[in-house]
């Protein structure tokens, strides 16, 4: 099959997700937010725009939707904070821009394009990052603003030693294809509920939550950083396209079973260069849809969707 002239996934984490847990409102709910975020990046890239702006626009609506962790709605640290990270990559160039630990950001992933095209590095962490949004004139909002009182009670729930496993997960990601060929990966986090402050996982790490190359492929991936970090699983899914040749599919599996061998889980998207795609996971289920040219429009949250 031809490659559609433009492609977007996105995905907003992937863990224990059972038919039988999510009602109805919830389900609907779900959806509904990652529909919204497939158009606004469909938008962009059906009028002849970036794959960039794509994934940045996709990522922005995760963030704002208290529903994901990412920007509102996190999780939150053991101090009872929401300590933010996120990254961004230009397939084309590989420039790439990542942030960790922000606490004021309102769309962490808008930092991290502007740590890209604006500074000449790549990763920034810390109140540093807070003070260069600011002056860069990117939205600040209080601490509180993350809080919901869902990410509140799943805290409590930790620091009562009753850590539910749908409190632990989740993140959002996009990659995309423009029109011209170019790919980009994008991913922003809230990171693990009642995490350590100062934890930083896979999310904002180029090479093992966020990868883009237009040789090879885009990827985001959400799960369980650290296992992520040590399989540098984003980049290492994209050198089985380029140089073992792989389709995407089969490149996401054979990684996702190197992080499971080591005790992860999770999943990725991932869009190759020829236009293939995967939404692959070893998880119960995982928030993510796909949309592109053709006029395909797809969601899904359990596996075996």
């Known amino acids: 099959m031809p490659k559609p002239e433009w492609t977007l996934l996105i995905h907003g984490g992937a863990g224990v997700m059972r038919r039988a847990e999510m009602t109805p409102e919830m389900d609907a709910t779900y959806r509904a ?5 497939l158009e606004a990046g469909s938008r962009i890239l059906s009028c002849g725009g970036s794959s960039l702006d794509a994934v940045e626009a996709a990522v922005g609506v995760l963030e704002d939707n208290p529903n994901f962790n990412a920007g509102k709605g996190a999780v939150l ?7 933010l990270d996120a990254s961004i990559m230009d397939g084309s160039n590989r420039k790439a821009g990542a942030v960790a630990q922000v606490r004021t950001v309102k769309n962490p992933i808008r930092a991290a394009r502007h740590v890209m095209e604006q500074t000449g590095r790549v990763m920034f962490a810390g109140p540093d990052v807070d003070e260069m949004a ?3 004139g ?48 994008a991913t922003s986090t809230g990171g693990m509920n009642a995490k350590p402050p100062g934890r930083i996982g896979d999310s904002p790490i180029i090479g093992a939550g966020t990868y883009a190359d237009n040789a090879s492929c885009a990827v985001s991936a959400t799960g369980d950083g650290e296992y992520f970090i040590r399989a540098s699983a984003a980049r290492t899914i994209c050198a089985r396209v380029e140089m073992q040749g792989m389709a995407a599919e089969a490149a996401a599996k054979a990684t996702l079973d190197e992080v499971k061998a080591l005790g992860g889980t999770g999943g990725v998207i991932v869009l190759g260069h ?3 795609v995967a939404l692959s996971m070893n998880t119960e289920g995982m928030f993510r849809g796909r949309t592109d040219a053709t006029g395909v429009r797809q969601v899904g949250i359990y596996v075996d969707e």
Do not use: H, S
């Open 33 to 37: 937010g990652l529909n919204e975020a």
């Open 77 to 83: 640290t053991l101090e009872g904070v929401a300590e």
């Open 134 to 136: 600011a002056k860069a």
């Open 138 to 185: 990117i939205e600040i909002v209080p601490p509180e603003y993350f809080i919901t009182p869902r990410r509140l009670q799943a805290l409590e729930r930790a620091m009562a030693g009753d850590l539910q496993p749908i409190d632990c997960y989740g993140t959002v990601g996009a990659v995309a294809m423009d029109a011209k060929g170019n790919l980009a990966a």
């Open 274 to 276: 020829k236009g293939d």
